[in-house]
């Protein structure tokens, strides 16, 4: 509300701007206030008249100059900006701030006519290719390289040729994206959230953004609103290759990320079974051990262990990893083998196939 650092706009959107011409200065809240505040306008940091949220300079004199600055009820102060009013006869006129995307006018303003035919803009000393029409030339949209020094070049009324300058810099509308991954590392079964950190510019933070994210390139979260790809339970599969992308709504300024390796930790090795004694004679007490080596981030989770001979279970899912059996028979031999599982089963891991014969005491 009232306490974010509001941001002063230019009606018409020119700077530098003539002596005698008029000039709307606004005071621009995000998000708008739905109830009348007083505003405090600001000149070079001394107050000035107006308590609106509007500031009108009539008739502007070269007095008027300075950097202005305006405060929202109980706001903090604006950021400053610039306006020039000048007494010359030309002057090369450009928005007040240029963002990424926008697109970029500029106006060789004369105080006599803009009916002048032979206008010329350049940048950088080149002459720029855009038409003209009459004394605006449309660059078009714009990125952070269109940033530079313009100059137009044409005849006063005197037949002299002038050549106003401008220094425009284009201001990122928010900055490249980074990957953050939470937490980090992830072991699986474990929630993973990855974020798409963009910073926008204080201009641009009431621009709406998008955000994809894509795996090893191929995309697993469409545009949309949310900065966040979140995985319930994330398993080794969702490991690879992360990248986002940040657009505006229009797609007119898209961002992508570098690529971020995330690596899923197996929250517990593919388990061993064993037997012992090996080889196990009849009526000998038999051990079957599942043997598990978790991960340091698995060392404290809760696991399950049942076991299986020839593929159906003989001991359910308790936090035993061995099953006994006292007197081994005949009908014990058969292919066994263990599954390990999270309490929740989140993350279920099978063993390898154990053959075990028990064999005759004489064999």
């Known amino acids: 509300g009232a306490a974010d650092r509001p941001v002063v706009f230019f009606s018409p959107n020119w700077t530098p701007i003539f002596t005698g011409e008029s000039i709307n200065l606004t005071c621009n809240v995000d998000p708008p206030v739905q109830w009348n505040l007083l505003y405090t306008w600001y000149r070079d940091g001394n107050w000035i008249r107006g308590d609106q949220r509007s500031l009108v300079i009539r008739y502007a004199l070269v007095v008027d100059s300075g950097n202005y600055q305006c405060q929202a009820g109980g706001s903090e102060r604006s950021d400053p900006v610039r306006l020039d009013v000048t007494g010359i006869d030309m002057i090369l006129q450009a928005p007040l701030f240029v963002h990424e995307g926008d697109f970029l006018s500029l106006r060789c303003h004369s105080r006599y006519s803009n009916r002048d035919p032979g206008i010329r803009f350049y940048k950088d000393d080149e002459l720029i290719q855009s038409p003209v029409n009459g004394s605006v030339v449309n660059i078009g949209r714009v990125n952070v390289t269109a940033s530079g020094t313009y100059t137009c070049e044409r005849n006063n009324s005197n037949s002299i040729t002038l050549k106003p300058k401008v220094n425009i810099t284009v201001t990122e509308l928010f900055s490249r994206p980074q990957i953050k991954l939470n937490p980090s590392p992830v072991v699986q079964g474990e929630n993973m959230t990855v974020t798409c950190d963009t910073k926008p510019s204080p201009r641009g933070a009431s621009t709406e953004l998008q955000f994809g994210f894509y795996r090893n390139g191929i995309n697993v979260q469409g545009f949309y609103s949310s900065n966040q790809y979140r995985v319930p339970s994330a398993q080794l599969e969702d490991s690879g290759n992360y990248t986002c992308e940040v657009q505006t709504v229009t797609g007119s300024v898209r961002k992508r990320s570098n690529i971020e390796h995330i690596q899923i930790q197996k929250l517990f090795t593919v388990p061993q079974i064993n037997v012992s004694p090996d080889p196990v004679i009849l009526e000998d007490h038999m051990t079957i051990t599942c043997d598990i080596k978790p991960s340091p981030r698995g060392a404290t989770t809760e696991l399950q262990i049942a076991f299986y001979r ?50 005759g005491e004489f064999e």
């Open 310 to 359: 020839n593929g159906t279970n003989v001991q359910g899912f308790n936090s035993s990893n061995q099953y006994r059996v006292p007197s081994a028979q005949l009908e014990d031999s058969g292919n066994y083998t263990c599954m390990v599982q999270t309490s929740h089963g989140t993350v279920r891991k099978r063993s390898n196939i154990l053959q075990i014969q028990i064999k």
